[in-house]
């Protein structure tokens, strides 16, 4: 099948499924296919539902013009997202990194939207189904796209880049963020700095913090740099700490203080990055400063709640050792003194998982709690004077029991922990 056939369709049907259960009649089916499931299987069944065509890579048992037969629906679903991708001339911005990649993409898009007609990646849809999704919701009206990239292994974003094709690109760092996958933290550089390598190829612009040397040496040749940091960067801004963050920015803007709704210090890296964009995209300072003001961290993401008396912090979308430390050591340093540690273990640690999750009862040890617990995973082997639970649930029916008052809760663990839960 020529994607060029397929693509016609697209551009008279442009929206695009891969889950039946949330078909819309006009929409182009792809029966994506896995361990666990095959969607040409369902074939049948997104037709009836009004799909404008179905795209297979499997004898489905019946005739329909509807039906496009390819080699791997995959690919082909990465083709196409490719070819639309070709018939744009704008910026596309891809964000990558160990920590905080969601929440820069965010704030970039937040304060590009300002000024441009901006797409960007839904939620974390920063795989390599999630990508080509997201390059195939770029409408024509579109002035600026901003992609972010997730990636476990190494030549994964090598690969995204062959159909993202960025122009402009950033790491938002490289920590200790699945070590199984890239098999430890110089892994873990070359792996995200294939982004690098795919922006030097072929003239491209990287948005960089200038306060990690390694990324400096990662970027040498590329064509043109442009830095933010805490000193001597193109953008420079100082944290101001607080309950939410406060960033002080004392060069490359006429904005002085930006008052975010963001925890933690360690979010200094992602809203000097939204400001660095702004900048470069020739956004106003009042408009730049009003996106980063207004937004609201999401779905677990350096959320502060009121509960009752008590101050939570939600970040439990996911973590590594990199996030784990720096907020363990945020909270530690907030005002106040009764402090809750709410953790939960850190998946795709492969070896070093042992060594990770000690040198993370080593940092609590170094500071005064009300109150640790600690759930799952490799926690359980290691011996702590702290609180254990197998499960959020069963944390959670303990913390239901303490009757907390004026307290500040960090809740934390990677995604398969579910420590949301805890918060009942």
Request: charged share 20%.
């Amino acid at each position: 099948m020529h994607i060029q056939a397929l693509y016609d369709v697209f551009l008279q049907h442009p929206s695009v499924q891969t889950d039946t259960r949330k078909l819309q009649p006009g929409d182009i089916f792809f029966a994506l296919k896995g361990p666990n499931f095959n969607g040409n299987l369902f074939a049948k069944q997104a037709l009836d539902a009004g799909a404008a065509c179905v795209v297979v890579d499997e004898d489905t048992g019946f005739e329909d013009k509807r039906l496009f037969k390819t080699d791997d629906v995959l690919s082909t679903l990465q083709q196409l997202a490719k070819y639309h991708r070709q018939q744009f001339n704008i910026p596309f911005i891809a964000i990558t990194g160990s920590n905080g990649k969601t929440t820069t993409k965010e704030l970039v898009h937040a304060v590009l939207a300002t000024t441009y007609i901006t797409y960007t990646t839904k939620g974390n849809l920063n795989n390599h189904i999630g990508i080509p999704l997201t390059l195939l919701s770029v409408k024509k009206d579109a002035q600026l796209a901003v992609i972010e990239m997730g990636a476990n292994h190494q030549k994964e974003i090598a690969g995204y880049c062959t159909y993202t094709l960025p122009t402009y690109g950033m790491i938002t760092n490289c920590g200790k963020a699945h070590l199984e996958g890239f098999g430890g933290v110089e892994g873990v550089k070359k792996g995200k700095g294939e982004l690098y390598d795919y922006l030097r190829a072929n003239g491209g612009t990287v948005f960089l913090m200038q306060d990690y040397d390694y990324l400096v040496q990662m970027a040498e040749g590329i064509k043109e740099v442009i830095t933010y940091g805490t000193s001597g960067a193109d953008i420079t801004g100082t944290a101001r700490g607080g309950e939410c963050l406060k960033v002080k920015l004392v060069k490359g803007t006429g904005i002085d203080t930006i008052n975010s709704n963001l925890v933690g210090d360690y979010n200094l890296p992602n809203i000097l990055a939204a400001v660095c964009v702004g900048k470069y995209f020739k956004v106003a300072d009042d408009k730049i400063k009003a996106a980063v003001e207004n937004y609201q961290p999401s779905n677990s993401r350096s959320q502060l709640i009121q509960q009752g008396s008590n101050k939570i912090i939600l970040d439990a979308y996911n973590a590594n050792p990199s996030s784990m430390k720096l907020a363990i050591e945020n909270l530690a340093n907030m005002p106040g003194a009764d402090k809750v540690l709410m953790l939960g273990a850190m998946a795709e640690m492969g070896e070093a998982s042992m060594a990770e999750h000690e040198a993370i009862v080593q940092t609590i040890l170094a500071y005064s709690w009300k109150a640790v617990v600690l759930v799952g995973g490799d926690f359980k082997k290691l011996t702590h004077p702290f609180h254990y639970f197998d499960t959020a649930t069963e944390a959670a029916a303990w913390l239901k029991e303490q009757h907390f008052e004026n307290c500040t809760l960090l809740v934390k663990g990677s995604r398969s922990m579910q420590m949301e839960k805890v918060l009942g």
